[in-house]
Nanobody, 124 residues
Framework: QVQLVESGGGLVQAGGSLRLSCAAS????????MGWFRQAPGKEREFVAAINWTGGTIFYGDSVKGRFTISRENAKNTAYLQMNSLKPEDTAVYYCAAALRPNYYTDPSSYENWGQGTQVTVSS
């Protein structure tokens, strides 16, 4: 397994941008698919974005398409989530996750490793 630590969250005004980072250690990072999920208080965990081990397959949740970009730098054992045009409804705790062979990239249960989460708050 791998250990994941998110960073880069914070407070931003609507229309602004944030870049989240997910630093990984443990097993070979390049072998893992990476995903970003978010969870607002009282709501289910929501799929945000995912990227396979080569970076050649990428998925986005409908609510973030065109605004968020997932990427990875395997040499740095780090995945990123660039968030642009942020909206108040993007406010949530954002979690990084890793899976060797996810059955479904958009399903949280497909991921066996999770970070502690980082808070993103978007003000109006």
């Amino acid at each position: 397994q791998v250990q994941l630590v998110e960073s880069g969250g914070g407070l931003v005004q609507a229309g602004g941008s944030l870049r989240l980072s997910c630093a990984a250690s443990g097993r070979t990072f390049s072998s893992y698919a990476m995903g970003w999920f978010r969870q607002a208080p009282g709501k289910e965990r929501e799929f945000v974005a995912a990227i396979n081990w080569t970076g050649g397959t990428i998925f986005y949740g409908d609510s973030v398409k065109g605004r968020f970009t997932i990427s990875r730098e395997n040499a740095k054992n780090t995945a990123y989530l660039q968030m642009n045009s942020l909206k108040p409804e993007d406010t949530a705790v954002y979690y990084c996750a890793a899976a060797l062979r996810p059955n479904y990239y958009t399903d949280p249960s497909s991921y066996e490793n999770w970070g502690q989460g980082t808070q993103v708050t978007v003000s109006s």
